[in-house]
């Protein structure tokens, strides 16, 4: 089976969720890969040396900057016609294109799989991840995003794989984009963290939150999260919401502060390896899935776990 | 124009689902069952349109079984004008429900559809971009604003850098984001009025469309349990495991 992998990639430079889906890609036969977008020579070759990957195909046209769907899905669709299988990390850019080239091929997308059983059976999160679903497609041709945590990424280098140009679908003219606002982050990227320290609603307002987690996750060298309360009230902006809503992750080390542990947060941590939670409300739902718990008042709690590491 | 908004009967996002004992499924029975709170969000964005002046009516369409229609009765009550049911017992993948929401803007020609961005039963997250795909139109996935001017839809959209906006043709699609709004309640008289308001009932049959699934479920089980943790008693003893954890030096 041919496998063709969307390549994430931002400021000319590879973007890890790619090397998560290149595996999950592997496990169903040979790997292509398609790059889209403008001046994207340096990002093919970047791809061609990810291990195990055959042709890297490059679609070089203004009109696929900034992935827009109108006009990605159509050159994919093309490509489908010697591919088996269309894999995209499950981003905010997989998740906008896949299903329309699922569409445009008249096949069931399978959304977010968590492992490849066989060929054509998959596992998948249901209900914010509270069921797995193993799933078969009848389908002949596969679209399939990948939740990232999920699995290993493939070795970076090592690769040989050969660049080919394909001829562009051009404009499609449905769409275009117009700016963006790109949050800041000094920190580590919350989707690939070793260590991610998240804040709820408890942290009262934006500066209580930035002057109680901030420090705690630099001492620790970690991302930073938040619940959905906590975005809501406007503390932090919503790229930090972790959740069946926003990103999920699968950190070594998750530790929840002043975060009560709804069923909506949990879909997007639960998988860290290890959890630590402090709370101080000792019935608190996060103590049900936490390794490691401390209950008391996280403003006392927080500032000596700072000052002692 | 007229607005198009699909909703879905789900089950209620503060209930903790059971998986059944023989891995067929989630247990349904006796569950409370609401509307997907991103469609309610879609509805809610329709209606501010039509408050605004954008749009001239907003209709509310769902499939799924006979239920579905008290969906679309909260719906109508939030303040949609009229309502399409679309009965099917069986369950409809996003495949499915796009074709048939491609049929019903057919016939409807709205200059915009509004969907939820996922439903938090199947998680899928494809609907509106199928649909988007199937009608040829441009599609505002995950939006966090909308703002129509003109022949033009600006969408805010919320990626996992941060924001981005894009400008698309109308008719379009748009995938409501949990921050695009904060949903109205339906007061009691609006509940009451909704009860005459026009419910048309169809079935897949009418529409001429296949909605054989494509994708068999073999086995739905529970995610593995997190064995027990521990509770420290103090800071320091939590200092201790961090450093035992390798995260503290």
């Known amino acids: 089976m041919k496998t063709l992998v969307w390549v994430e990639h931002e400021g000319g430079a590879l973007k890890d969720a790619t090397l998560s889906a290149v595996t999950a890609a592997a496990k169903l036969g040979e790997v292509h890969l398609i790059v889209a977008g403008s001046g994207v020579a340096g990002v093919a070759q970047e791809a061609a040396k990810i291990a195990g990957v055959g042709k890297v195909h490059v679609a070089d046209d203004a009109a696929f900057d900034h992935a827009l769907a109108e006009n990605v899905a159509p050159l994919i669709v093309d490509l489908m016609g010697h591919h088996d299988a269309f894999v995209a990390p499950s981003t905010s850019n997989g998740k906008n294109i896949a299903p329309r080239v699922a569409a445009l091929l008249d096949v069931m997308q399978l959304s977010d799989i968590l492992s490849v059983e066989s060929a054509d059976t998959f596992t998948r999160p249901t209900y914010a991840g509270n069921a797995i679903a193993t799933v078969k497609t009848s389908d002949a041709k596969r679209v399939i995003t990948v939740r990232g945590t999920a699995f290993e990424k493939a070795e970076a280098t090592g690769g040989a794989g050969s660049i080919e140009a394909v001829s562009s679908t051009g404009d499609k003219g449905l769409s275009s984009f117009v700016g963006a606002e790109i949050a800041k982050l000094e920190r580590p990227e919350l989707t690939s963290a070793k260590v991610i320290v998240s804040g709820g609603r408890a942290l009262k307002d934006g500066a209580t939150f930035e002057s109680t987690i901030f420090p705690l996750a630099d001492k620790l060298g970690a991302a930073v999260g938040a619940s959905r309360a906590a975005v809501d009230a406007g503390y932090v902006p919503n790229d930090y919401q972790v959740g069946q809503t926003g990103k999920i992750v699968a950190p070594e080390v998750y530790v929840a502060v002043g975060i009560s542990g709804a069923i909506q947060h949990l879909a997007g941590m639960k998988d860290s390896k290890t959890i630590i939670a402090i709370n101080k409300d000792e019935d608190a739902p996060i103590f049900q899935v936490a390794d490691i718990g401390l209950v008391g008042d996280l403003f006392k709690i927080v500032p000596e776990l700072t000052e002692k590491l | ?249």
Request: proline share 6%; hydrophobic share 45%; charged share 25%.
């Open chain 2, 1 to 249: 124009m007229k607005l198009l908004v699909p909703v879905k009967r789900v089950i209620d996002y503060n209930v903790k689902p059971r998986v059944k004992a023989d891995g067929t499924g989630v247990d349904l029975a006796n569950v409370k069952m609401s509307m997907n709170p991103f469609d309610e969000i879609a509805v809610e964005e329709a209606l501010r349109l039509k408050e605004k002046g954008v749009a001239t009516e907003v209709i509310a369409v769902s499939i799924g079984p006979a239920k579905a229609q008290e969906t679309l009765r909260t719906a109508l009550a939030m303040g949609a004008d009229r309502a399409i049911l679309i009965e099917s017992d069986a369950e409809v993948e996003p495949l499915g429900v796009a074709k048939l929401l491609a049929k019903v803007a057919a016939e409807e020609a709205p200059g915009m559809v509004i969907l939820g961005k996922q439903a938090i039963d199947d998680d899928s997250n494809q609907t509106g971009q199928m649909l988007a795909a199937l009608l040829g139109w441009g599609q505002g996935t995950f939006a966090s604003k909308v703002e129509v001017s003109g022949d033009a839809v600006a969408v805010t959209r919320e990626v996992d850098g941060g924001l981005e906006t894009v400008s698309l043709k109308l008719p379009a699609i748009v995938t409501t984001d949990l921050r695009l709004n904060e949903p109205r309640y339906a007061s009691l008289p609006n509940i009451m009025k909704a009860k005459s308001k026009p419910l048309a009932q169809k079935k897949p049959e009418d529409y001429g469309v296949d909605i054989t699934p494509r994708l068999t479920t073999l086995k739905v089980e529970e995610p593995p349990k997190r064995s027990a943790g521990i509770k420290v008693a103090d800071v320091d003893e939590l200092v201790a495991k961090l450093k035992a954890l390798g995260v503290a030096a």
